[in-house]
Antibody
Framework: DVKLAQSGGGLVQPGGSLRLSCVAS????????MNWVRQAPGQGLEWVST????????YYADSVKGRFTISRDDSKNTLYLHMSSLRVDDTAFYFC?????????????????????WGQGTLVAVSS | DIVMTQSPDSLAVSLGERATINCKSS????????????IAWYQQKPGQPPKLVIY???TRESGVPNRFSGSGSGTDFTLTISSLQAEDVAVYYC?????????FGGGTKVEIK
């Protein structure tokens, strides 16, 4: 069974930093791109970032570019989101999400695939 | 960036009746090399992560009831629930995964009339 177990959320002051983790199991983690998606309380879904299988390429929403860093440790089957210079409008539930296995290219599956498995979400609250 | 526009924001449908949700992308999400539309639909219930319902615009995810169907191509897409059941009450989102940023529509809340 595919599982994505998230941790690392909490309350942080504006300007502070936080690191989210997403531990994967039940699939060959290194072969998959991974994503972060967030949802402000009562609001819609916002894609945040993607890292390709192997970590060669990363992509960010304009709203977080330069402040957030996505990374992965394939030896630990873990995805990270390092968040810095946090703002009140970063307050949201953060979900990690795995794309479906599409075509295999090089050493990993393509990253332009629908998100077929999601973590349970973790709340990041930015407030003074 | 591709902007995804969903309509309506909410709709109330009687049990057993049809629910239709629309999604429009600001540019085509059809990839000519494989002739696939890079559109997914997700269902989200309160307190839960989203669940994939439809992908490639019209392919049902495994385990999703066949009352859910997706249609459309290019820039205009539709999610249809043919006979609404109580367990279908949720917010539904479309998403394009053609190119980053992988944008979502604003969501449509489906309720029972």
């Amino acid at each position: 069974d595919v599982k994505l177990a998230q941790s690392g959320g909490g309350l942080v002051q504006p300007g502070g930093s936080l690191r989210l983790s997403c531990v994967a199991s039940g699939f060959t983690f290194k072969s998959y791109a991974m994503n972060w998606v967030r949802q402000a309380p009562g609001q819609g879904l916002e894609w945040v970032s993607t890292i390709t299988g192997g970590g060669d390429n990363t992509y960010y929403a304009d709203s977080v570019k330069g402040r957030f860093t996505i990374s992965r440790d394939d030896s630990k089957n873990t995805l990270y989101l390092h968040m810095s210079s946090l703002r009140v409008d970063d307050t949201a539930f953060y979900f990690c999400a795995r794309p479906a296995p599409g075509y295999f290219e090089g050493s990993a599956y393509s990253f332009t695939e629908p998100f077929d498995h999601w973590g349970q979400g973790t709340l990041v609250a930015v407030s003074s | 960036d591709i902007v995804m526009t969903q309509s309506p924001d909410s709709l109330a449908v009687s049990l057993g009746e049809r629910a239709t949700i629309n999604c429009k992308s600001s540019q085509s999400v059809l990839y000519s090399r494989n002739n696939k539309d890079y559109i997914a639909w997700y269902q989200q219930k309160p307190g839960q992560p989203p669940k994939l319902v439809i992908y490639w615009a019209s392919t049902r995810e495994s385990g999703v009831p066949n009352r859910f169907s997706g249609s459309g191509s290019g820039t205009d897409f539709t999610l249809t629930i043919s006979s609404l059941q109580a367990e279908d009450v949720a917010v539904y989102y479309c998403q394009q995964y053609h190119s980053a940023p992988f944008t979502f529509g604003g969501g449509t809340k489906v309720e029972i009339k």
